[in-house]
T-cell receptor
Framework: GENVEQHPSTLSVQEGDSAVIKCTYSDSASNYFPWYKQELGKRPQLIIDIRSNVGEKKDQRIAVTLNKTAKHFSLHITETQPEDSAVYFCAAKEDNNDMRFGAGTRLTVKP | DADVTQTPRNRITKTGKRIMLECSQTKGHDRMYWYRQDPGLGLRLIYYSFDVKDINKGEISDGYSVSRQAQAKFSLSLESAIPNQTALYFC???????????????FGAGTRLSVL
């Protein structure tokens, strides 16, 4: 089955700096790669996703890149703000399989 | 997301007790999932259901059972709870395959379970 690895497990940045979180996956058939944000004490919520037919997607300060050959994808947050502090989860999914999540990255943005 | 409701929100129980966690949704989604979340391990899938009476094992189904008697309800049971089942449990829903834009999972608020 699919195996998703996520790095780093913790990340601390200064407000205004960029943050990058990377994930690798094992199943080359995976074609959907979402990122979820979970604020302290709250439920995970989708912030951005990408499908295998595109290499990059951007939504304001967040972007996701996908390298299908290398089987890795990354979340990029620019101009970080304290409210970006949360745990971020990547995931990978192939059409007929269930979603597999990474272990999460705890991002802290220091004012 | 208030459309996916989990009850109870918190539960403390003793080893060996049977416990049921409930999930109901008003989204009209066919697919429902149960995950557990442990620190450093992310979200791991326990069971999922694509339709009423359809049950599929996930990554870590041992020690758990589920029931999907209606489209809107998906319950998770621990027949004989043990301490290492202490975790945060999330229910989620999604729409069927066929539309890749709808792989999004909508999570409930979570149930924090402690087994003493």
């Amino acid at each position: 089955g699919e195996n998703v690895e996520q790095h780093p497990s913790t990340l601390s940045v200064q407000e205004g700096d960029s943050a990058v979180i990377k994930c690798t996956y094992s199943d080359s058939a995976s074609n959907y790669f979402p990122w979820y944000k979970q604020e302290l004490g709250k439920r995970p919520q989708l912030i951005i996703d990408i499908r295998s037919n595109v290499g990059e997607k951007k939504d304001q300060r967040i972007a996701v890149t996908l390298n299908k050959t290398a089987k890795h994808f990354s979340l990029h947050i620019t101009e970080t703000q304290p409210e970006d502090s949360a745990v971020y989860f990547c995931a990978a999914k192939e059409d007929n399989n269930d979603m597999r999540f990474g272990a999460g990255t705890r991002l802290t943005v220091k004012p | 997301d208030a459309d996916v409701t989990q009850t109870p929100r918190n539960r403390i129980t003793k080893t060996g007790k049977r416990i049921m966690l409930e999930c109901s949704q008003t989204k009209g989604h066919d697919r429902m999932y149960w995950y557990r979340q442990d620190p450093g391990l992310g979200l791991r899938l326990i069971y999922y259901s694509f339709d009423v009476k359809d049950i599929n094992k996930g990554e870590i189904s041992d020690g758990y059972s589920v029931s999907r008697q209606a489209q809107a309800k998906f319950s998770l049971s621990l027949e004989s709870a043990i301490p290492n089942q202490t975790a945060l449990y999330f229910c989620a829903t999604s729409v069927p395959q066929g539309d890749l834009a709808k792989n999004i999972q909508y999570f409930g608020a979570g149930t924090r379970l402690s087994v003493l």
